[in-house]
């Protein structure tokens, strides 16, 4: 099972795409490996310096409909390439959010409310979560800050986070 707990990076934006996440130029990449200089490399934010932040980064945190647009595998590999094993935000497209938890990744949503508190708490400060996965809570720390928000994710997706990711999985059932 890949970890969940780590450094957080905010990306204050709706609407992110696949082609935002890993521009489709690199499609024809035949490793993750190769994906992963290029990580958000189109991402165009005020406040993003793409090789400065995504550096030591775990988690994402965002705003809603993460990973719109083409449905490929591509985007959770950039990420988990990275170290970047969960995304937390709104909404995720809903092809987007499968291929995270068939990649034994975490994409979990939250309400708008509890998205925007976190931004108003942690948004640049350097800002720690710790998740736990039984308990389905996630702890985030920064600057003597300190916030507990639960999460829930179907038992079918447990299923698949615990053994790391589809492939896994069919293999330990089938």
Known sequence: ???FSGKVLFLDRSDINTDEIIPAKYLTEISKEALKPHLLE???LDVFT???DIKGKSVIITRANFGCGSSREHAPWALEVNNIN???AVSF???F???MFNCGMMAVELPGQTIDHLFQLFSGKETLIETDL???VFILKADGLEEEVGFSISDFDRALVAAGGW???ADAKY
């Open 167 to 169: 492939v896994e999985y």
């Open 42 to 44: 189109d991402l165009q």
């Open 1 to 3: 099972m890949k970890g």
């Open 50 to 52: 793409r090789k400065k």
């Open 97 to 99: 959010r499968q291929n």
């Open 93 to 95: 497209a809903r092809i």
């Open 134 to 136: 039984e308990k389905n």
């Open 86 to 88: 969960m995304v937390i």
